[in-house]
């Protein structure tokens, strides 16, 4: 086959260059050079041409004429033009230390490559830290110089031709990320968009992303550019740095900009891994980089990893678990967790304070991972944000309606997304019950962890975020079509919760699929364990105190002393200090279809209650107990066998029958 990338390896190997396929790409010795580490890459553009590019910095024409080939043996079918980079651009770390080139290809094709180690080049960015372009230059700036933020290494190096302080993001518009604000912090930072929707967009989220760090923002437009013009283009129309300076004096504030107070949203999804993620590999390097700053409960690290691809499945899924981090104290390390996971999860928005007003907003517009820290501050008497979060569990019912507009039309806001709470004591029960739970601790004498730094920890995190939305991605109809069966032992709720994340840890093989089981019983359990409903728990105290009273009936007053009593429970300053009522009992009890009723015990008429009565709700919701030994002769109230010795059902004293006994 007589084709461009065929005729180039031909000459390759009949020079002795022998090249070798590296992935898409190959490699090969530079005829140009005394070449010993293979430092020619040739690989096949999208429309068919040859691209060809040295390391070392040999020139095209050059490597073209010792195999004796011309610019034209590399064009594509259709004549277009083909060959070499248009330039070259070095991105270093603050050390002044190579990190990666971005190379440019005509006509406007960027690709990326970083040194492998051995004196080769990866066409690739794995694992290595993005930084902004001329990084070190830009340090060592005078900080009372402005510095010009544009969308492409040509304007910077434009710019700084003409003694302006210059830099860019790699990867174009929308690819701002937060690690680079530091580079900025206490900078004039003037930014200078494209003549096009992505480079506005571009602008507003930079210039918000940024605010608070830099000392001033301003965003600049340049009259007069055509569309997806540049600021090269402006200066190539004849215009003037002095001229540039002075719409840059002109220039209001970025802040004042559309009249609006604080600073935009910037939620992008992560850049997809570009090659196919094993599932198990990623699911231990998550676990790995959690369990390395936090400490957390059996299971926890477990539910952590997969609730973290569940936020870039979510789609898969129907029931979307929230994840709580509750602890009984501060300093227990939930806001350290939330930290890890902000890292993590696609579209991370954190935040300590949030109202039920912005939050189905932001929710409809930008789909984020709410992470949501301190909510024992402002979350328990909000019924209204409690309510949208609730609602936010099923894909269904994800949604709440408001009127909007001039007209009041009704209109419907998704609350669907992945949410994590963060909070000291507990969440209101409604929501409890749609999440799984860790409880954090503080560290023990014999606990280590890496001290978190924030400088770094977005760079670390970085390759399993993106890797993460890859295996989501390609896994998505997997998880669509997924049925897993759920440890038999939870209820009908905590198997909603975990059978997403079950579903995951199946597909992602390996022993992630017992784990996942495992940690399903291990939390579910400890939940059930911990402190229950204020409802829940006098239901289970009832269960008890009839049990070891031996009795089929109580007065309300009996058992109101009795909980009183109770140590480990909060009956005994229920209210302002003052211990539970009979009164408050019955309010606890109504929502279960339990009322007192007018009994005979101890030898009087009283309110109370009858334990066949109570029978029903403690089979619905109270797990099975076997209650406290008892003396064989005395049977358990609530056994059916206590029938054959006080009938098959207790008796009531009611109107004519107290009237009969003389009461």
């Given at each position: 086959?007589?084709?461009?990338?065929?005729?180039?390896?031909?000459?390759?190997?009949?020079?002795?260059?022998?090249p070798?396929?590296r992935g898409?790409?190959y490699a090969?010795?530079?005829?140009a050079?005394?070449?010993?580490?293979?430092?020619?890459?040739?690989?096949?553009?999208?429309?068919g041409?040859?691209?060809?590019?040295?390391h070392?910095?040999c020139?095209?024409?050059?490597?073209l004429?010792k195999l004796?080939?011309?610019?034209?043996?590399?064009?594509?079918?259709?004549?277009?033009?083909?060959?070499?980079?248009?330039?070259t651009?070095?991105?270093?770390d603050?050390?002044d230390?190579?990190?990666?080139?971005?190379v440019?290809?005509?006509?406007k094709?960027?690709?990326?490559?970083?040194?492998?180690?051995?004196?080769?080049?990866l066409?690739?960015?794995?694992?290595?830290?993005?930084?902004?372009?001329?990084l070190p230059?830009?340090?060592?700036?005078?900080?009372?110089?402005?510095?010009?933020?544009?969308?492409?290494?040509?304007?910077?190096?434009?710019?700084?031709?003409?003694?302006?302080?210059?830099?860019t993001n790699?990867?174009?518009?929308?690819?701002?990320?937060d690690?680079?604000?530091?580079?900025l912090?206490?900078?004039?930072?003037?930014?200078?968009?494209?003549?096009?929707?992505?480079?506005?967009?571009?602008?507003?989220r930079?210039?918000?992303?940024?605010?608070?760090v830099?000392?001033?923002?301003?965003?600049?437009?340049?009259?007069g550019?055509p569309?997806?013009?540049?600021?090269?283009?402006?200066?190539d129309?004849?215009?003037?740095?002095?001229?540039?300076r002075?719409?840059?004096?002109?220039?209001p504030?970025?802040?004042?900009?559309?009249?609006?107070?604080?600073?935009?949203?910037?939620?992008?999804d992560p850049?997809?891994?570009?090659?196919?993620?094993d599932?198990?590999?990623?699911?231990?390097?998550i676990?790995?980089?959690?369990t390395?700053?936090?400490?957390?409960?059996?299971?926890?690290?477990?539910?952590?990893v997969l609730?973290?691809?569940?936020?870039?499945?979510?789609?898969?899924?129907d029931?979307?678990?929230?994840?709580?981090?509750?602890?009984?104290t501060?300093r227990?390390g939930?806001t350290?967790?939330?930290?890890?996971?902000s890292?993590?999860?696609p579209?991370p928005?954190?935040?300590?304070?949030?109202?039920?007003?912005s939050?189905?907003?932001?929710?409809?517009?930008?789909?984020?991972t709410?992470?949501?820290?301190?909510?024992?501050?402002?979350?328990?008497?909000?019924?209204?944000?409690?309510?949208i979060?609730?609602s936010?569990?099923?894909?269904?019912?994800?949604?709440?309606?408001?009127?909007?507009?001039?007209?009041?039309?009704?209109?419907?806001?998704?609350t669907?997304c992945?949410?994590?709470?963060a909070?000291?004591?507990?969440?209101?029960?409604?929501?409890?019950d749609r999440?799984?739970v860790?409880t954090?601790?503080r560290k023990?004498?014999?606990?280590?962890?890496?001290?978190?730094?924030?400088?770094?920890?977005?760079?670390?995190?970085?390759p399993?975020?993106?890797?993460?939305?890859?295996?989501?991605k390609d896994?998505?109809?997997?998880?669509r079509?997924?049925?897993?069966?759920?440890?038999?032992?939870?209820?009908?709720?905590a198997?909603?919760?975990?059978?997403?994340l079950?579903?995951?840890?199946?597909?992602?093989?390996?022993?992630?699929?017992?784990?996942?089981?495992w940690?399903?019983g291990?939390?579910?359990?400890a939940?059930?364990?911990?402190?229950?409903?204020?409802?829940?728990?006098?239901?289970a105290?009832?269960?008890?105190?009839?049990?070891?009273?031996?009795?089929?009936?109580?007065?309300?007053?009996?058992?109101?002393?009795?909980?009183?009593?109770?140590?480990?429970?909060?009956w005994?300053?229920?209210?302002?200090?003052?211990?539970?009522?009979?009164?408050?009992?019955?309010?606890?009890?109504r929502?279960?279809?339990i009322?007192?009723?007018?009994?005979?015990?101890?030898?009087?008429n009283?309110?109370?209650y009858?334990?066949?009565?109570?029978r029903?709700?403690f089979d619905?919701?109270?797990?099975?107990?076997?209650?406290?030994n008892?003396p064989?002769e005395?049977?358990?109230?609530?056994?059916?066998?206590?029938?054959?010795?006080?009938?098959?059902?207790?008796?009531?004293?009611?109107g004519?029958?107290l009237?009969?006994r003389g009461?």
């Amino acid at each position: 086959m007589n084709t461009p990338i065929t005729r180039m390896l031909d000459a390759l190997m009949a020079h002795g260059s022998s090249p070798k396929k590296r992935g898409a790409n190959y490699a090969a010795k530079c005829p140009a050079h005394d070449d010993q580490r293979a430092s020619l890459s040739v690989s096949e553009g999208s429309d068919g041409r040859a691209l060809v590019f040295c390391h070392a910095g040999c020139a095209v024409e050059e490597i073209l004429t010792k195999l004796g080939l011309t610019l034209k043996d590399l064009m594509s079918a259709d004549g277009r033009h083909t060959g070499g980079p248009v330039a070259t651009y070095d991105y270093k770390d603050r050390d002044d230390r190579l990190l990666y080139h971005v190379v440019r290809f005509p006509p406007k094709e960027f690709r990326q490559c970083r040194p492998d180690g051995k004196g080769g080049w990866l066409w690739n960015l794995n694992g290595v830290k993005r930084v902004l372009y001329r990084l070190p230059e830009l340090l060592a700036a005078d900080p009372g110089e402005p510095v010009f933020l544009v969308e492409g290494e040509k304007d910077v190096e434009r710019l700084r031709s003409l003694g302006l302080v210059s830099t860019t993001n790699p990867g174009g518009a929308c690819k701002w990320r937060d690690d680079y604000n530091e580079a900025l912090r206490g900078r004039h930072v003037i930014i200078v968009p494209d003549n096009d929707e992505p480079g506005r967009k571009h602008a507003s989220r930079v210039a918000g992303a940024i605010k608070g760090v830099a000392a001033l923002v301003k965003i600049v437009k340049l009259d007069g550019l055509p569309e997806k013009g540049d600021v090269s283009d402006w200066l190539d129309a004849g215009h003037t740095a002095d001229q540039l300076r002075a719409l840059v004096e002109a220039a209001p504030m970025a802040a004042d900009e559309g009249g609006l107070q604080g600073r935009p949203l910037a939620l992008c999804d992560p850049e997809p891994w570009p090659e196919p993620v094993d599932g198990a590999l990623l699911a231990n390097a998550i676990l790995m980089g959690i369990t390395r700053y936090v400490v957390l409960p059996k299971g926890g690290a477990v539910a952590l990893v997969l609730w973290v691809l569940h936020a870039h499945a979510q789609d898969a899924s129907d029931v979307s678990p929230k994840l709580c981090l509750r602890s009984a104290t501060k300093r227990s390390g939930k806001t350290q967790t939330m930290t890890v996971l902000s890292h993590l999860v696609p579209r991370p928005y954190p935040s300590s304070n949030i109202t039920a007003a912005s939050l189905f907003r932001i929710v409809e517009k930008y789909r984020p991972t709410l992470l949501i820290d301190e909510a024992d501050s402002f979350l328990r008497d909000n019924e209204d944000l409690r309510g949208i979060l609730n609602s936010g569990h099923t894909r269904r019912f994800a949604f709440v309606v408001r009127c909007v507009g001039d007209d009041n039309e009704p209109r419907q806001f998704s609350t669907w997304c992945p949410q994590a709470l963060a909070l000291i004591g507990n969440l209101a029960d409604t929501l409890e019950d749609r999440s799984i739970v860790l409880t954090l601790r503080r560290k023990g004498p014999g606990e280590q962890v890496e001290r978190l730094r924030e400088d770094r920890i977005g760079a670390e995190m970085e390759p399993l975020c993106r890797q993460a939305f890859r295996w989501a991605k390609d896994n998505l109809d997997a998880l669509r079509r997924a049925d897993p069966d759920v440890p038999p032992g939870l209820n009908d709720r905590a198997a909603d919760n975990w059978r997403p994340l079950i579903a995951i840890a199946d597909l992602c093989g390996d022993s992630w699929g017992d784990e996942a089981r495992w940690a399903a019983g291990v939390l579910s359990e400890a939940v059930d364990e911990g402190e229950a409903s204020p409802r829940v728990q006098v239901l289970a105290d009832l269960r008890d105190l009839f049990r070891e009273r031996g009795a089929d009936r109580l007065g309300s007053e009996v058992i109101v002393k009795a909980l009183a009593e109770m140590e480990d429970r909060p009956w005994g300053e229920w209210r302002r200090g003052h211990p539970l009522t009979a009164h408050q009992l019955a309010r606890l009890l109504r929502p279960f279809d339990i009322r007192p009723c007018q009994i005979w015990a101890d030898g009087t008429n009283t309110r109370g209650y009858m334990a066949e009565d109570l029978r029903e709700s403690f089979d619905r919701y109270l797990l099975p107990s076997e209650g406290p030994n008892l003396p064989p002769e005395v049977l358990d109230p609530l056994d059916p066998a206590r029938g054959k010795h006080f009938g098959d059902k207790p008796e009531v004293l009611e109107g004519d029958d107290l009237a009969d006994r003389g009461i």
